[in-house]
């Protein structure tokens, strides 16, 4: 079954921190990998996307890595801002009719 | 970037009555565009996909009959919630595709409409 999970459900972390979010995925065949950020009541946001040949991708303080043969992603946000809290959602382009596939998302909140 | 905007952005109508929610891709032309709906603490889930000129598709369990795609122009898709209920309270999103534009398929997300059925 193509599936997407991240990890953790939920963080909350101090301004100016850095922190890690992880994303494993059970989806074949796999296409691209992106991570989205979707404030509360918007759309999501494209940060990256990633093709099974590119490795790391960076979006100013947001930096993706994926290993496909692990079939493993991680975002890594820097120097974290009161407007980084939001949901990040990382979703899979494939499977058999190569829709998007997304995870249930990680909630990050930043405290000053 | 792509821009993709969506009207209302919020909307409150009565049990039965019709709402219509509109899609447009502001820059660029939109072959294919999809509509999710997403519950609170919950990720986005796809309804259906539409191709502009064709009838859309709809995922299982969605009803055609009660979620209403029209992708009339490469730019403009609506979707019309027909007798809505408080069930049909969500926040639904579209979502825009050019084929070809780049190896990523990329979707361009539009802001959202929350829709509150009284």
């Known amino acids: 079954k193509n599936q997407v999970e991240q990890s953790p459900q939920s963080l909350i972390i101090l301004e100016g921190k850095n922190c890690t979010l992880q994303c494993n995925y059970t989806v074949s065949p796999f296409s691209n990998l992106r991570w989205y950020k979707q404030d509360t009541g918007r759309g999501p946001v494209s940060l990256t996307i990633?093709?099974?040949?590119?490795n790391t991708k960076s979006n100013g303080r947001y930096t993706a890595t994926l290993d496909a043969d692990t079939k493993q992603s991680s975002l890594h946000i820097t120097a974290s801002q009161l407007s980084d809290s939001a949901s990040y959602i990382c979703?899979?382009?494939?499977?058999?009719?190569?829709?998007?596939?997304f995870g249930t998302g990680t909630l990050l909140a930043v405290q000053p | 970037g792509a821009v993709v905007s969506q009207h209302p952005s919020r909307v409150i109508c009565k049990s039965g009555t019709s709402v219509k929610i509109e899609c447009r891709s502001l820059d660029f032309q939109a072959t294919t565009m999809f509509w999710y709906r997403q519950f609170p603490k919950q990720s986005l889930m796809l309804m259906a996909t539409?191709?502009?000129?064709?009838?859309?598709?709809?995922e299982q369990g969605v009803e055609k009959d009660k979620f209403l795609i029209n992708h009339a122009s490469l730019t403009l898709s609506t979707l019309t919630v027909t007798s809505a209920h408080p069930e049909d309270s969500s926040f639904y999103i579209c979502s825009a595709r050019v084929s070809g534009l780049s190896s990523y398929n990329e979707q361009f997300f539009g802001p959202g409409t929350r829709l509150t059925v009284l």
């Open positions: 979703v899979v382009s494939g499977g058999a009719t190569n829709k998007l596939i």
């Open positions: 539409s191709n502009e000129g064709s009838k859309a598709t709809y």
């Open positions: 990633m093709t099974f040949s590119e």
